[in-house]
């Protein structure tokens, strides 16, 4: 593993992803992790192939497709399969056997309606590769086309689809000449036709892939033409009208090998080799370049001296009538530069040209608005690498952060930017950087006007080590995979099988959601897909037989609020409660704010108490509810606080008896065998029911009550008793009031008039009868006018 690691060093291959500063505790047992299925090489095992390298293709309905290079029956040429995002009904779509129907599946499957595309490098009835289908069910599998040498061999660019119609390349064998072809074929196999054979004087070597405009095809061939030193070609989708637009002659561009970029009626492209210092001792440094659709109006755009750079490899970025580009080698100190040139071939300008302490070999551009952000593989202050911005006007380059090797080594490969906020990987350094020691890479983040580095997760085998898959994002959480680090089998796997990590793009925590242990998958190199709340990938190694797994694990989502806090009315001086409830993956955190912005409390504590209500904490309240895996905001709970109104409890026994009929009420507070009734009052029914209320102040703790009267009555009396508000009314003799009311919990505009009532004292009781056995309620005394 240590040389496999040594040798990537070597290579620089890098990538980039996000983590946190601080490490929690690894929530493993909180996911469902699923080896979904653990590949096999050897005896029966291998049936279902092993050793799945592309990334695989979820269909509309969640399953996923994928394909498996090696393995399946016979002679081992692999296999395509299918399973379900759960894991379940894996099956082998096709098993490609003894040759004759293709071996060796490569680049990634095309999924149409319920139908996949793909190619096979090897195998058919000649050994030359085959293009298939095959349905997702497994049924329908057929050889769309088998190779024969003459029409082509051995596809391997990803197939092009448009409607019904599928157009590829066969790169450096097939045709007359052995050069390879361009073909087309429709998807029920019918129709294949080469579009070209390449014949080494018209070009070779079609390696770039192809663009569609409309109806016609473009590409560029490696080699061959009329100086041997590629091609620029057009043809048309039914096979008619082959030109080569440009035949690189060495002096004007020399081995294109990068995709074409179409803008219009024009292509631009560079070449990696070629230009003006181009001779028979000095393969030249390249060009960029631009033709008409129509093979018209080749130009040079910038022809590469050293000086301002050499082997553009990178692919162009088009933004409006402007070229930009980087160059690994050259410039003014040999390090690279990023250039820039317009597409009428004026302005060539190196908009940067580093000098080692900058940067050194530029890897890629981010373009964001009018402002490009990118890393360097070497270079800086201890040569480690940098991340960088500029404008695309060439002014305001500044090294964002330098590494100096405990805080990170080489970055490579695209940032990820969130808002303001550039997110990256170094796959080596770290705090584990040593002389004698290359480190397991870092988490940094910087902002983009240059403030704010910092490492977020310094990585140190046991929480992983060496990121080399790109990141998935999905709101504020950042997934990726390191290929190294976590737990250890030292016999198979001593520096790790790797492990499955989440990061939050505000640097609040960094946690293990996998770590890969052989058996259940090892050494993950592909990018995740993440559907539905999973995530999907493979891992090149492990599984029950140290071939491979496919696996998903299931994210816990974000919290979410079961019942939000109530919207109420509170009296000023009262205590008022909100709560809320809310389900999600626990700890689940709350931070409760006023107007949506005044943080008031933040805790573990679904409630918030507020003891002593004044009418400057009136407003709209929220809560944020968050987790490792996510923040909601509860809709907001409105509270509104109205002065106090003086009432109190009072004892309401409602007697029910013969209408004009004399009742008597008696109380007591306490049920003796002799218990000592006190008379309350007599009651002279105007209807079937009337109240009496006791006015005793204060009221003992318990008080037992009865109603009777004399004679024999035609209706017994009976009693039922309620606890009534007595409201206090105030002002003078003869002056009106309006009683108003509103549920405590409910709209705070939502009054109720409940009485307009005559002062026949300067204070009164009211009695809210109509209270009992409804929600809380609050009052108000309005003066009528």
Known sequence: ????????????????????????????????????????????????????QGPLVQGPDGALYGTARNGGVASLPGTVFRLNGDGTRFCVLKWFTNYADGSYPSGSLV??????????????????GVIFKVNTDGSGFAVLKHFDGDDGAGPTGDLVMAGSTLYGTTWYQGGSNNCGVVFKMNTDGSGFAVLKRFALSDGAWPYGGLVLGGSTLYGTASYGGSSYCGVVFKVNTDGSGYAVLKNFTGSDGSYPNARLVLAGNTLYGATGYGGSLYSQDNSGYGVLFKVNTDGSGYTVLSSFNGSDGYYP???????????????????SSDDGVVFQVNTDGSGYTVLKSFTGSDGAGPAGLLLAGSTFYGTTGSGGSADDGVVFQMNTDGSGYSVLATFTGTDGLSPHGGLVLAGSTLYGTTDWGG???????????????????GS???????????????????????????????????????????????????????????????????????????????????????????GDFACGAVFSLSLPPPPSIVKPPLTQTAEENS??????????????????????????????????????????????????VTNLFGAVTSAPALLNVIAPVQRRPVPGVKVTGETASLVNVDYADSLSLVPNWTTLGSISLTSTSQYWFDLTLPLPPQRFYRAWQTGTPSVM??????????????????????????????????????????????????????SIGQPARLWRIVPVP
């Open 1 to 52: 593993m240590k040389d496999q690691k040594t040798a990537r060093w070597s290579r620089q291959i890098l990538r980039l992803g996000v983590a946190m500063v601080l490490m929690l505790a690894s929530v493993a047992s909180a996911q469902s992790y699923r080896v979904l299925k653990s590949f096999a090489y050897g005896g029966l095992t291998n049936v279902s192939g092993y050793s799945p």
């Open 111 to 128: 999924l149409s309606g319920s139908t996949l595309y793909g190619a096979t490098r090897e195998g058919g009835i000649t050994g030359s």
């Open 313 to 331: 490899e990178g692919g162009l970025v088009l933004s409006g009538s402007t070229l930009y580009g980087t160059a690994g080698g050259g410039g």
């Open 431 to 449: 705090s584990s950087y040593t002389g004698n020691s290359s480190g397991d890479g870092v988490v940094f983040k910087v902002n983009t006007d």
């Open 452 to 542: 704010g580095f910092g490492v977020l997760k310094s990585l140190t085998d046991n929480d992983g080590a060496n990121p080399y898959a790109g990141l998935v994002l999905a709101g504020n959480s950042l997934y990726g995979t390191t290929e190294y680090g976590g737990t250890s089998d030292p016999t198979n796997y001593p520096n790790g099988a790797g492990v499955v990590f989440e990061v939050d793009t505000d640097g609040s925590g960094y946690t293990v959601l996998r770590y890969f242990t052989g058996r259940d998958g090892a050494n993950p190199q592909a990018d995740l897909v993440l559907a539905d709340g999973t995530l999907y990938g493979t891992t090149s190694g492990g």
């Open 575 to 624: 205590a008022v409660g909100f709560w809320l409830k809310a389900s999600g993956s626990s700890p689940l955190f709350y931070l409760w704010y006023l107007n949506y912005t005044n943080l008031i409390s933040c805790s573990t504590n679904c409630e918030l108490e507020l003891s002593n209500a004044q009418v400057s904490q009136a407003g709209a309240y929220t809560v944020v």
């Open 717 to 770: 009396p009976s009693l039922d008793l309620h606890l009534v508000p007595a409201i206090t009314l105030t002002g003078s003799i003869g002056h009106s009031v309006r009683l108003d009311y509103i549920n405590r919990f409910g709209p705070i505009d939502a009054w109720v008039t409940l009485d307009t009532v005559t002062l026949t004292n300067t204070s009164q009781l009211y009695f809210d009868r109509s």
